[in-house]
């Protein structure tokens, strides 16, 4: 009954093994594109597969690399690509929410460690100019035919070039527990725009190179290494670990928001500034 209500509503946009083109969510000015990959809409590999500009057209481009994956016991992050699907549908191109559905996908035979999964990504333009902020969510359901629990890493990758360069991105995760943390261009001192970025109720989190959180999740049975602070062309990866019995669903949550503080606040920082050097001398 329910794949049949998923089916009748996104009838014709897609099927088993389709390749799906780029999509652009818009709202207000803020733009947010994934672009197309061969095998994979949410790709495993090194691709420039993102594109985020709170100011849409021909400003900054914020980010590198947008991925949700899935790793099945005994085998590595597959990405979202379903292999083996019963269908994989999407909707929303063109609005501020995508959604795209999978479902019966995943590496190996039925009934052993298949799921259902509906990803969501919702793009919402800030009030001030370099402000917006991307949500997304993953539902992972482990399939009614699965023969017992199984234990799932799912794994959310964001490569942001903060300001819209590389090499000069300060990351930290401030919050262990929640997980949250921010980024800002070291180059960057004016607007004061960072950039916000949480998973909630992650298991684990890195903040690295994101090729080499990549090669960390995409090339064995490894674990994100819960570092907590890095400079330099990086991002930020969490990763959930969650045990699910058959037909039960689990809902992971991502956001990235790109915050510019209110003018009296950043006046206050400025103010702040000297007196805070002054201590520390
Ligand atoms: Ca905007
Ligand atoms: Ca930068
Ligand atoms: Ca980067």
Redesign the pocket.
């Given at each position: 009954m329910r794949i049949r209500l998923i089916l009748a509503a996104s009838a014709g946009l897609g099927l088993a093994g389709s390749a799906f083109g780029a999509f652009t969510l818009n709202n207000g000015n803020a733009t947010f594109t994934m672009l197309a990959s061969a095998s994979s809409l949410f790709p495993t590999s090194n691709l420039s597969g993102a594109d985020f500009r709170p100011e849409g057209g021909a400003t900054t481009d914020q980010m590198?690399y947008y991925n949700w994956g899935v790793r099945q016991p005994g085998f590595s992050n597959a990405g979202l690509t379903a292999a083996g699907a019963s269908s994989i549908t999407e909707s929303g191109t063109g609005t501020d929410t995508y959604t795209h559905t999978i479902i019966n996908g995943g590496t190996g035979p039925a009934g052993q460690s298949r799921y259902d999964a509906v990803t969501t990504i919702r793009l919402t333009d800030g009030a001030l100019p370099g402000a917006a902020r991307l949500d997304s969510t993953l539902v992972f359901t482990a399939s009614q035919g699965n023969a017992g629990p199984v234990t799932y890493q799912l794994f959310h990758i964001v490569?942001?070039?903060?300001n819209g360069s590389?090499n000069n991105?300060q990351f930290n995760v401030t919050d262990t527990t929640a997980v949250r943390g921010t980024v800002v261009d070291t180059l960057l001192t004016a607007p004061a725009v960072f950039g916000e970025f949480e998973g909630l109720g992650a298991s684990r989190y890195e903040v690295s190179g994101?090729s080499t959180i990549r090669s960390r999740i995409n090339g064995g049975i490894v674990d994100l290494n819960n570092s907590a602070s890095f400079l330099g062309?990086?991002?930020y990866g969490f990763q959930w670990t969650v045990t699910l019995a058959p037909g039960e669903s689990y809902t992971a949550r991502s956001s990235y928001n790109l915050v510019v503080p209110e003018p009296a606040t950043a006046g206050l920082l400025i103010t702040l500034a000297p007196a805070f050097l002054r201590r520390r001398r």
């Open positions: 590198f490569d942001n070039d903060f590389l991105d994101s062309d990086g991002g």
